[in-house]
């Protein structure tokens, strides 16, 4: 079975060679996890012989490290492209919810793996990818905090709802598929006002 993944992940991989590993590896992780898939999978599926992967990639694990290091960067700039911008919290708070649930739907399969396979990442490369995921929470938490202050948000925990905020994006990869009723874009404004309602905002 073949997964619909993005044509334009990784552009900035070279060579293409690398590029094709990466895509099957993220559809084998996708489709049976990480523990269930073999380099020789891997290989197989992007055209190669076992051998050639290690040109590449010294392990399966150095695979899904490059997968979930990119992913979590590009949510890192996304996030911080958004906080930084000029406006309210609240207009800043739905545009970061509907770009951040949109991308979590429009590429579901790597987010997938992005998100739920970190447990297999060896120790040191798990620190890498948990530390841009702190940056990503602290973000969220600061735009959080300025609502809080010009009234717009009413929370208990600051802290709290930036991780409430970011689970509800990312459970999306866990369900979403091309079947769904709903486009990626239009999944996340309705998470928006999702979001600003569970903030406490009267914003619609």
């Given at each position: ?27 084998s992780f996708a489709r049976v996890g990480f523990h269930g898939t073999t380099t020789r999978d891997i290989a197989t599926a992007a055209g190669m012989s076992p051998a050639a992967l ?151």
């Amino acid at each position: 079975m073949t997964m619909s993944l993005p044509a334009d992940l990784w552009p900035e991989v070279k060579p293409d060679a690398a590029r094709r590993l990466m895509y099957a590896a993220v559809e084998s992780f996708a489709r049976v996890g990480f523990h269930g898939t073999t380099t020789r999978d891997i290989a197989t599926a992007a055209g190669m012989s076992p051998a050639a992967l290690y040109v590449h990639f010294s392990s399966k694990a150095a695979l899904l490290f490059a997968i979930s290091r990119d992913g979590h960067q590009q949510t890192l700039e996304m996030v911080q492209r958004v906080a930084g911008t000029d406006g309210a919290p609240v207009d800043r708070m739905r545009l970061l919810v509907e770009r951040f649930v949109e991308w979590h739907a429009r590429r579901h399969v790597v987010a997938r793996v992005v998100q739920y396979e970190l447990e297999a990442l060896p120790a040191d490369e798990y620190a890498v990818v948990a530390a841009l995921r702190r940056r990503i929470e602290q973000f969220v938490q600061s735009l959080i905090a300025d609502g809080v202050k010009d009234g717009s948000f009413t929370v208990p925990d600051e802290k709290i709802a930036a991780r409430a905020v970011l689970s509800l994006g990312i459970d999306v990869a866990r369900w979403y598929s091309e079947r769904a009723r709903k486009t990626p874009k239009a999944l996340g404004r309705e998470y928006a006002t999702l979001v600003l309602r569970m903030l406490g905002s009267s914003a619609r």
